[in-house]
C-alpha cells in the first residue's frame, strides 16, 4: 500500500511539472506569434506584467516620507 501512494504521489510530482511546462510553452508561443504588442511579443516574460508594473511604478515614485513636503 505504501510503495502505490509513493508511486502516486511521484506521478502527481511529474504530472503537475509537466503541465507548468506546458502551460509556460503555449504562452510563449501564443506570446511569439500576437502581432499587436510589441513589449510582449520581444520580452514575453515581462511583457505579461506590463500593465500591473507600470501601476506599482506610481505607488513606488511616491515619497517616503510625509505628505508635508519636507524631508528630514
Sequence with gaps: MEFALQ???SFAVVFAIGLLVLI???IS???LTQTNN?????YP???RFQHLLSALG???RQPAYGSSGKSA
Design 38 to 42: 510589441t513589449i510582449r511579443r520581444n
Design 29 to 31: 508561443v501564443i506570446d
Design 7 to 9: 508511486v502516486f504521489s
Design 58 to 60: 506610481e505607488v513606488f
Design 45 to 47: 516574460g515581462i511583457g
Design 24 to 26: 509556460a510553452a503555449v
